[in-house]
């Protein structure tokens, strides 16, 4: 009878699907990533993170979970931003494609207008980011990047 239920226990475990964030590269020139991140972006911002807040404070958590990040902005890249701080979520583990944002670091940041996580941050829409979008640390940013994007904004505001 035990084996029988180690046996059951293993056929459970062996079959069940496991996902992972994977995210697809390109070979592209810079140029044309920045492009395509830019015209997927409601908001990119350099800024520093000044705060970190854990939504799900249940005992149950999900790499899923929103982790809410405020950022001081140092300068708003595209979109129209009237703060001197904004609120960015992503989920918590990179298992879930969520970027796991520095306390006290500053980072360039691509970000969309998303309901995704809504009900739990009880706000209308939220920015959210991720993995898989072009955030990095401000320090590593190509300088061509940087321009690239300083252009880009430039025309949309035409």
């Known amino acids: 009878m035990k084996r029988t239920f180690i046996l059951i226990l293993v056929l459970i475990f062996s079959i ?9 590269q390109t070979n592209e020139p810079l140029s044309k ?9 409601d ?6 993170v000044v705060e970190i807040k854990i939504v799900n404070k249940a005992r149950m958590k999900s790499s899923a979970d929103p982790i809410i ?13 009237e703060k001197e701080f904004i609120e960015i979520a992503s989920e918590t583990s990179g298992a879930s ?5 520095e306390l006290g670091k500053s980072y360039l940041v691509y970000a969309r207008k998303s309901t995704h996580f809504a009900k739990m941050t009880k706000n209308k829409f939220d920015f959210v980011t991720g993995l ?3 955030n990095q640390k401000l320090n590593k940013v190509d300088k061509k990047e940087l321009r ?5 904004n430039c025309r949309s505001e035409k």
Do not use: P
């Open 148 to 152: 690239k994007l300083k252009k880009l």
């Open 16 to 24: 069940t699907e496991t996902f992972a964030c994977s995210c697809i």
């Open 69 to 81: 990040y405020k950022f001081e902005i140092t300068k708003t890249l595209k979109g129209k931003i």
């Open 33 to 41: 990533k920045v492009e395509k991140a830019f015209a997927q972006s």
């Open 97 to 101: 494609c969520g970027y796991k944002f």
């Open 132 to 134: 898989c979008d072009r």
């Open 43 to 48: 908001l990119i911002i350099s800024g520093k």
